[in-house]
């Protein structure tokens, strides 16, 4: 793992979420290694749409299951998601907004900055959300 990671904007990678605590290493962060064979790199806000299609397709992600200390994920929730889940939600309609800031550089050799900025999620200067 590489705890000098760059997000997609070129610069150091922010947490994505720690609650729920998410990564492929429970770190809070998108890192990826060798063991990351699912590419972790995505920090999406997810969306309701999107985590019924997850779920469609074979991977549940709102149900809780105590036995991995998950507790499920509901609307609004940032969690490292898998890049080609990411791009099969984006191609279904469905992608949930990126947290650019948090999202790994290596995202860009799936998907182009111009498409994640399209879908990034913003805060306003007020700290309400906009997207």
């Not at 904007?9 to 990826?32: I, K, M, N, V, W």
């Not at 991995?68 to 469905?94: I, M, N, Q, S």
Request: hydrophobic share 40%.
């Amino acid at each position: 793992m590489d705890h000098d990671a760059l997000n997609v904007l070129g610069e150091p990678l922010q947490a994505c979420s720690f609650d729920p605590l998410t990564g492929f290493y429970r770190d809070g962060c998108c890192h990826t290694g060798p063991e990351d064979v699912g590419t972790h790199v995505v920090c999406a806000r997810v969306t309701a749409e999107f985590l019924a299609f997850s779920q469609a397709v074979g991977n549940d992600l709102s149900t809780p299951r105590p036995e991995w200390r998950f507790a499920g994920l509901k609307p609004g929730d940032r969690w490292c998601l898998c890049v080609r889940r990411w791009k099969e939600a984006l191609t279904a309609g469905v992608a949930p907004p990126v947290v650019l800031e948090a999202t790994h550089a290596s995202t860009l050799q799936f998907v182009d900055i111009e498409t994640l900025r399209q879908h990034a999620w913003r805060t306003s200067t007020d700290g309400s959300a906009a997207t």
